[in-house]
């Protein structure tokens, strides 16, 4: 049986809300709020627009965030995979 759980993850991502955060690796920068905090700041990319919105938190929020994608990417492979690898179709 061959997993395509690249491709899960991308269409939980995709389900869940339109879009897409990306990672602190692939385009973030850590810079100094005007309060003196260190934030780091990420480009947000949301479905039908070809530019994103750059966005700054606290690098804990970030982590929060990107935990509870990752849960949520999780339980969408585990939904998919108990129904024998057949995508939802409820709206």
């Known amino acids: 049986m061959i997993r395509f759980t690249g491709a899960f993850v991308a269409m939980g991502a995709l ?11 692939t385009n973030s ?3 100094m709020a005007t309060d003196g905090r260190e934030v780091e700041c990420r480009r947000i990319k949301e479905m ?7 966005v700054c938190m606290e690098p ?3 982590a929060q965030i990107d935990e509870q994608a990752e849960e949520e990417g ?3 492979i585990d939904e998919v995979s108990a129904d024998g690898g057949l995508m939802p179709m409820d709206p």
Do not use: N
């Not at 389900?15 to 690796?25: H, N, V």
């Not at 039908?48 to 750059?54: A, E, K, Q, Y």
């Open 15 to 25: 389900l869940s809300g339109c879009t897409a955060i990306e990672g602190p690796s």
């Open 29 to 31: 920068e850590m810079v």
């Open 48 to 54: 039908g627009t070809m530019l994103g919105r750059r």
């Open 60 to 62: 804990a929020e970030w």
């Open 74 to 76: 999780r339980r969408f």
